[in-house]
């Protein structure tokens, strides 16, 4: 089974809309990362959580880290078309630091 | 620019026919790690290097091999390829602090096509 589920899947929204994609664990997360993706392109770091809890912004993209630090959120406010990609969490899992483990990801597309 | 490269960016080759895809970094970063991207199968690990000389499997080693000889540069070798081992890979690189390491910075990956 995966270690890193991530849902929804694949996402479709209007621009000016807010979404939620989430990433979960049934193991405790010691470093969750996210990162966003072009198809077909290289991954750019966007934020990483590590306390339980714990909540970044950057520009209209909030990440949290629940105070279990088994599950993250990463909400979009007011979505443009420049949100467009793949959204990564990756995690060191079960206190390993050696590997990033990655959830498969959740496609996103913003219609105009 | 900081920055992890990759080359080539796309290749194309036959089944057996050895080949090497170069990583390097511009960061000083102790850590770099390769990583491999199917449809349906997400991000793998396939090998990392904590340091120099210092190398370890990931989730997915098997028909891979690495090196790590020098800091900034961290090459993946494909001994035989086969069919299978085509894909998108990416490189990746981090600092190190008190033995642990720290956020990845990713290069633009390569797309690879084993015929």
């Known amino acids: 089974s995966q270690e890193l589920e991530q849902s929804p899947q694949s996402l479709i929204v209007q621009e000016g809309k807010n979404l939620t994609i989430n990433c979960t664990s049934s193991k405790t997360l010691y470093g969750l990362y996210w990162y966003k993706q072009k198809y077909g392109e290289g991954l750019i770091f966007l934020m990483m959580?590590?306390?339980?809890?714990e909540e970044k912004s950057h520009e209209k993209i909030t990440a949290k880290l629940d105070e279990k630090k088994q599950q993250s959120s990463l909400h979009i406010t007011a979505s443009q078309p420049s949100h467009a990609g793949i959204y990564l969490c990756g995690a060191d899992i079960g206190g390993s630091n050696y590997k990033l483990t990655f959830g498969k990801g959740t496609l996103l597309t913003v219609n105009p | 620019e900081a920055q992890v490269t990759q080359n080539p960016r796309y290749l194309i080759t036959v089944t057996g026919k050895k080949l090497t895809v170069t990583c390097s970094q511009n960061?000083?970063?102790?850590?770099m790690s390769w990583y491999r991207q199917d449809p349906g199968l997400g991000l793998r690990q396939i090998y990392y290097?904590?340091?120099?000389?210092?190398?370890d499997k990931g989730d997915v080693p098997e028909g891979y091999k690495v090196s790590r000889k020098e800091k900034r540069n961290f090459p993946l070798i494909l001994e035989s390829p086969s069919p299978n081992q085509t894909s998108l890979y990416f490189c990746?690189?981090?600092?190190?602090?008190?033995?642990?390491?720290?956020?990845?910075?990713f290069g633009p990956g390569t797309r690879l096509l084993v015929l």
């Open positions: 990746a690189s981090s600092r190190t602090a008190g033995g642990r390491r720290e956020t990845q910075y």
């Open positions: 290097s904590m340091n120099v000389e210092v190398t």
């Open positions: 960061m000083n970063h102790e850590y």
């Open positions: 959580l590590q306390k339980g809890g």
